[in-house]
């Protein structure tokens, strides 16, 4: 069993990554807008084994953003095809900071979750509220995920902050 959680953790390194490379990589440059995600009050320890896994996704639309097929993935498996970017990180501390750079100036709003039994997808209830921490950027704070209160606005050349809190 911590054989297969020590191939899983490495594959969503690998896939975290690989994302971010292959998704700099496309844009040649041409965009010099950042964005930041500080994650903040991460429940995580100092060794290996109590670590925490968490994943995120970065939105530029509402359909994108809010409807996610949350068992399909690492993230989930987005119908629309307008995610910015998406991957899972493993934690060592309370708090951890990812840039993605070289990004077009649109409106982006990010959803993360503390993924706690490191399957990859966001646990759910039967009335569909999540079971793992989730923080969402912008205003919202309660309720499903809306693009509206959760989005901000990146401009070219600016470098955005968004600071998620669990």
Known sequence: MKNKVNRVNRALKVLFIVSIICSQSLGLGLYAATITLELKNLK??????KS????????TSKESFEDMDTEAGPVGMVKYGEIAYSGCVRVFGETMSVRIGDVPADNYAVRSFIDENRDGMLEMNVLGIPKEPVAISGKQRLGPPKFSRAAEHVSADEDKVFTLKF
């Open 44 to 49: 995580a320890g100092k060794d290996a084994s």
């Open 52 to 59: 925490t896994i968490v994943c995120s996704i970065v939105a």
